[in-house]
């Protein structure tokens, strides 16, 4: 692996575990100057460990978050900026099922908030390091569910009706037109945003889902390293550096679905998103 990344300052969310510790570490590997956020530091402590051995590089940090807060966010995003002044590479990887609808301390839905309103609030607190940085980019760790979703804004939160998949599969759907959406807003300022499939991989991601199905996976699909290959390509390839506003599987630009193409749902889910976490539209 090249030493490519030297000089850089890269982020990667959910590093504890599966395809972003994967990327975390190649990160680590091409030289990059790296902050992992893990959940806590008894999760976080081991990885951050065995990526700097497994490396051979020291500059790696851990800062700690629990994406299902708001404030544990903003506390995030103000650690880093006190600390770095560059940011030239966001991975937005962490994410998760869950089996039943569960709350968070804000009073979203667990999944919605994790997995779209985590990516959409951290960027957008980055957002000025990474237009200082420019070039930079920013990379979202979507998935090929996002297919059969759909945006349901009359129930965003799944109050009246609650389906692990159908919540997955939407917030899915929402890293795709929100990269999209970021990518217009973004026109001009050299940073670049992408979002991506990374395969189904046996990972952690379906362990609160019956053992059904979190055995299937465990059995039947790829290891985190084929998962985390596009992360990585996205994040470092200067094949990809003036491209912007795509979704990715496999290391190649793909079609997603119908309604992702939708700009006036793009600016719907902003606007509501912007509203939910307290940020300007
Ligand atoms: N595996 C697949 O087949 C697949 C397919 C398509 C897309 N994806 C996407 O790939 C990304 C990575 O998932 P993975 O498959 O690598 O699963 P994973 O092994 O479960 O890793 C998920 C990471 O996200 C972290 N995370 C989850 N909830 C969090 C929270 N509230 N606060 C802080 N960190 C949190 C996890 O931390 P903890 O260990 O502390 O929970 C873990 O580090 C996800 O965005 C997922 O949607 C995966």
Not at 213 to 241: D, H, R, W
Request: positive net charge; aromatic residues 8%.
């Amino acid at each position: 692996m090249k030493k490519n990344m030297t000089g850089k300052t890269c982020l990667v969310t959910g590093a504890n575990s599966g395809i972003g510790k994967v990327t975390a570490e190649a990160l680590a590997r091409m030289g990059a100057r790296l902050v992992i956020v893990c959940r806590n530091r008894e999760r976080g402590q081991p990885a951050l460990e065995e990526i700097k051995k497994k490396s051979g590089n020291r500059e790696v940090e851990l800062m700690t978050c629990d994406f299902a807060s708001q404030k544990q966010i903003r506390h995030l995003a103000d650690e880093f900026l006190s600390g770095h002044d560059r940011l030239d590479v966001l991975v937005n990887n962490a994410g998760l099922m869950r089996r039943y609808r569960e709350t968070t301390e804000d009073g979203f839905e667990m999944t919605f908030a994790v997995n779209h309103l985590g990516y959409f609030l951290l960027t957008n607190l980055l957002l000025d390091v990474l237009k200082d940085s420019a070039p930079s980019r920013i990379v979202n760790v979507a998935s090929v569910a996002h297919m059969t979703g759909t945006m349901n804004f009359d129930d965003l939160q799944s109050e009246r009706e609650y389906s692990s998949m159908a919540a997955y599969r939407q917030s899915k759907l929402a890293n795709i037109l929100f990269t999209y959406e970021l990518a217009r807003r973004l026109e001009g300022t050299l940073v670049t945003a992408n979002c991506l499939h990374p395969g189904v991989i046996a990972t952690n991601i379906a362990r609160d889902m019956p053992k059904a199905v979190s055995f299937a996976l465990k059995l039947f699909f790829t290891g985190a390293e084929k998962g985390a290959e596009t992360s990585i390509y996205l994040a470092t390839s200067p094949q990809v550096e003036a491209v912007t506003g795509k979704y990715f599987a496999d290391k190649k630009e793909a079609r997603s679905n119908k309604e992702s193409y939708d700009k006036e749902i793009a600016r719907r889910l902003w606007e509501v998103s912007a509203e939910l976490t307290g940020l300007e539209a």
